[in-house]
C-alpha cells in the first residue's frame, strides 16, 4: 500500500514529508476509548501513527452508540470490550498501524506498565481520579499528554508539556468532587461535543508527533456547543508551587518518586 494516503496531509506544510515520516515512526497511548477515545483512535490512525495502544476495561452497550463512532449494533449485542472492538474495526481502516488493545483499568499499581513510554498520551477517560493518576504520571517521567473532557454540551481540552506548560495539579491542585464533576451518565451528552474535544486533542497532538512541539500553546480550550461558545485561554508558565510539577509529588501515584 502507498504512503499516498497520506498525501493530503503531508502537503500541510507544517507537516510535510518529514513531519508524516515523523508521524509513522510516532507512539501513541490511548486511555480510554469512549467517545473522545473512539474518536481520537479514528483520527490517530487514518493520520498514520507508528503504533497506538488503547486501554479500556468497558464492555460495548447499546447507549454507546449514539457518539462513539467506530462501533456498531452487532458490537454492542456481543458486548465486546471496547478496546478490542476498536482494535478490529481500526485494523480495517489503516493495516499499517500497529495497534494493541488492553482490556485493564488504569490504575496506581499498573499505569506506569500500562502507559509505557510513547510520544504522548492522550486523555480520554471519564473521571477525574484516573485523570490525575495520569497527570503524576506523566509530569514524573516528561511524557506530553492532552487533557480532554466533555459533559452535556460542553467541553474543555489541555495540552500539558510536563515543566514547560502547566500541569493538571497547577490549574486545580485538588480533583473536584464528583457532584461537581457530571458526566455523561449524570447529564447525558451531545455526541458533537465529545467529537469537538477529540478533534482539538487529536490536532494537538499531531503537532507533537510531527515535530511542532512549538505550536503546542499553553492554553485551555472551553467550547459549549448549545451556548455558541469556544474560547481558548492563555495559560501562564508552570506554577512554582504546584505540588507535582514544582514540588515533585506524586501523591496520585501513591507518592512513587
Ligand atoms: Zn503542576
Redesign the pocket.
Known sequence: MSDDRYSRQSLFAPIGQAGQQRIRASQVVLLGCGALGSTLANALVRAGVGRLTIIDADRLELSNLQRQTLFDEAQAAARAPKAEAARDRLRQINAQVEIVARVERAGPDNIARLVGRPDVVLDATDNFATRYLLNDLC?RDGLPWIYGGCAAAYGVCMPILPHET??L??LFPTPPPPEHAPTADTVGILGPIAHAVASLQAAEALKLLSGNRQAVRPVLYTLDLWEGHLASVRLPG??PD?P???AGRYDHLGGCA
Open positions: 509530569v502547566p500541569c495539579r497547577c508552570p506554577e504546584c507535582c510539577c514544582g
